[in-house]
């Protein structure tokens, strides 16, 4: 009797990446590594790879935790995951992170833009009116919220940017976050100057995807290598926390994916680097979703290959979100990059726990692991955490004079879309867009349905429902 070629690992929803219906799909294991396989009834079916690594993949689902909910919902449910965004009643884990979109309009004209932003007029800034509401929607849904990103467009050339920012200070939100392209940044040192006024507690998230002018051109439009040094120098001069973002695509920048570590690691400024992987599907020719994808596992090796700072061991899961989140903890002290793990003696972990999962099984470290590792604690917060770790275990000498400037983290931060979208993954989505409506609505679904002009718009705009037949 034949056997499959594949394993039969489990079953979840998704959506045809050519009409956005919800499909069924199966997660099989096939040649060392994971795949959904869909089928459509109009579009027939569809494989997908979503991870090439199968142990790590099943790490991930033992890196659960009961979700925390926010303290309102906004949408109800209605027609189902993932068409009642958001956030309706069944979505399972709060807003870790909330970016809040001050303007249209940028300096730069990506040709990867999600937002579809860029320089015309035409595009808007919206009004200190409009996102003050922004802002009081997230605070009503989280309390305090851990994170909250002002985005864009390019949130630095609104005129009222100064005035937004002390709108956002005056909120109780733990973490502010600036996500920019550099350009000011760059440019204008009278701004890093005033921007400096406002550091406490808040984080620059600057675009930094590569060092090469062809991957910057094919990325940005432009070869921006020396106005990135400048931003980088002014926030050094000015040491005003940042995290480095780089958007990496398979065979353009997935190359330099160490190198960026190590001069993250040099900059005076630099608390980590965030690595997001493209899906450049309608781009590339040729593409292939069920060879061409660029996985967060590939990325995760990446990091392990390229650099020499962490182990396997060192690159986890995030319990919030763990099919999209990795990240990996190190202390930067003296010149040297100590991971997490580390710090601690193996054999300390061994006579706490006679199990490598020791998190699994000792109720306390799980706690302030999770903790540790949730993404809603910015660096600050994080090395309080961190001592707070260290200590709960003995023979550990903590090191003294630990500070935020020590932490220095590597997260890789992949987003579902219409191929490798999975209804059991999206619910534990943390990282969240506020709608100027009121809506919080996962990064994933806004850019796929929720955002005007994408993709699956007319399916979920209440306005457009009956016309297109979805109801
Ligand atoms: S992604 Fe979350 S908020 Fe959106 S429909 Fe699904 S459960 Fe609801
Ligand atoms: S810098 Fe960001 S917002 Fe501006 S065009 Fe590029 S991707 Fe879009």
Partial sequence: MPTRPYLFYGLTNSVCSKCLAKV??????????????KHCTIHGREDVLIADDIEYYKLCQEFIKPGDIPLKFNTP???????????????????????????????????????????????????????????????????????????????????EFFEILKLAKSKPIKHLMVNSNGVRIARDRAFVEKLAQHKAGLEIYLQFDSFEAEALKELRGEDLRELRQQAIDHLNEFNISTTLVATVKKGLNDHEIGKIIDYGLQQRCVRGVTFQPIQAAGRLQDFDPKRDRY????????????????????????????????????????GQVIPLTGLVDPTTFLKVVPNSMLYEQNADLKQKLFQLLSTG??????????????????????PNGLSYENVFRVIVMQFLDPYNFDVRSVKRSCIHIAHPDGRIIPFDTFNMFYREGAQGYDIVNPQQRQAVGVL
Wanted: glycine residues 4%; proline residues 9%; negative net charge.
């Fill in 24 to 37: 069924e799909a199966k997660i099989v294991f096939q040649d060392e590594a994971v795949y959904l396989h």
């Fill in 77 to 159: 449910i209605d027609r189902g995951c993932p068409y009642d965004c958001g956030l309706c009643p069944d979505h399972e884990q709060h807003s870790c992170l909330t970016l809040v979109e001050i303007t249209d309009r940028c300096n730069l004209a990506c040709p990867i833009c999600y937002a579809d932003s860029g320089p015309s007029p035409k595009l808007k800034h919206r009004s200190l009116e409009v996102i003050e509401r922004m802002l009081d929607q997230v605070v009503a849904n989280e309390g305090n919220p851990d994170v909250v990103q002002i985005s864009g467009g390019e949130p630095t050339i609104h005129p």
């Fill in 295 to 334: 996985t967060l596992t590939e990325v995760r090796r990446s990091i392990l290959t390229q650099t020499h700072h962490f182990k396997p061991e060192d690159i986890l899961p995030v319990p919030c979100h763990p099919d999209c989140l990795a990240m990996g903890y190190a202390l930067k002290i003296k």
């Fill in 377 to 398: 604690h910015s660096p600050e917060s994080s090395a309080t955490t961190l001592k707070q770790l260290l200590c709960c275990l003995p023979m550990v000498a903590v």
